[in-house]
């Protein structure tokens, strides 16, 4: 059973868990399937009744979500995934039938890592899933220049994984953590979405830079009176405030 830290190394002699919630079962027999098939242990729920539960009694390595199933749907569950503090690094796929623009933007703006729209490739859901475990392994392995970083009562502690506001905890994402850590660790330096793309998701993504955007407006809103620490330069990208000179 895994700790309820906010570390997810993975043991390389045991098989990632993935929690698929999927109510189709000819997708759920093919998304078991081809993610068995490239070494995942796939738990498959039909419904989201018990998901969360069963999550925080062994904790998976990423969530596949559908939106829309019985029960508790997959909004419900991301939300409640990212407001869990056991499960609040764990990343969340949604993999759906909705697939404009507004639900994408939703979707990331809730919690999500990515967003597979259906009908869909197996192969690159795979691709996908082990994208999103790999950048999530990396956040584990820091160079030394990686750092806590602490503006007034925020902290970031990239080694624990973990941000906090006058020592209470802020559920962000693992992507999320990311371009804040980036940020932060830089301020005063202007990056471009490109830039913050590249960094927090690496040169291959398949996210759009756009997306950048859902994720800056997710931290903002998770930092409540740090939100203006993260400041748009128009037409550019963003930058993390630099600290005031002391008095």
Wanted: hydrophobic share 40%; net charge neutral.
């Amino acid at each position: 059973m895994l700790g309820t830290g906010y570390s997810l190394r993975y043991n390389e002699f045991v098989k990632p868990s993935i929690f698929v919630v999927e109510d189709d079962p000819d997708i759920s027999r093919l998304v078991r399937h081809h993610l068995e098939n490239d070494g995942f242990a796939v738990r498959v729920y039909p419904n989201g009744s018990n998901v969360i539960a069963d999550a925080e009694r062994q904790r998976p390595a990423l969530f596949v979500l559908d939106i829309m199933v019985p029960g508790k749907d997959g909004l419900e569950l991301c939300r409640t995934v990212r407001q869990t503090p056991s499960l609040a690094p764990v990343p969340v796929i949604f993999l759906t039938a909705k697939s404009s623009e507004a639900d994408r933007v939703l979707g990331l703006e809730i919690g999500a890592d990515d967003y597979i729209a259906k009908p869909f490739s197996p192969r690159e859901l795979v691709a996908r899933v082990k994208a999103v475990l790999r950048r999530t392994r990396e956040d584990t392995r820091l160079p030394d220049d990686r750092r806590t970083v602490v503006h007034g009562t925020l902290r970031i502690d990239p080694e624990r994984h973990k941000v906090a506001i006058h020592e209470e905890d802020v559920p962000l994402t693992a992507t999320e953590f990311r371009i804040l850590h980036y940020l932060a660790s830089r301020p005063g330096r202007v990056f471009t979405r490109d830039q913050i793309l590249t960094a927090a998701m690496g040169p291959n993504s398949m996210v759009l830079e756009r997306n950048i955007d859902v994720h800056i407006r997710s931290i903002r809103r998770k930092l409540g009176e740090h939100r203006e620490l993260v400041e748009t330069v128009r037409a550019i990208g963003y930058r993390f405030a630099e600290a005031e000179p002391a008095r």
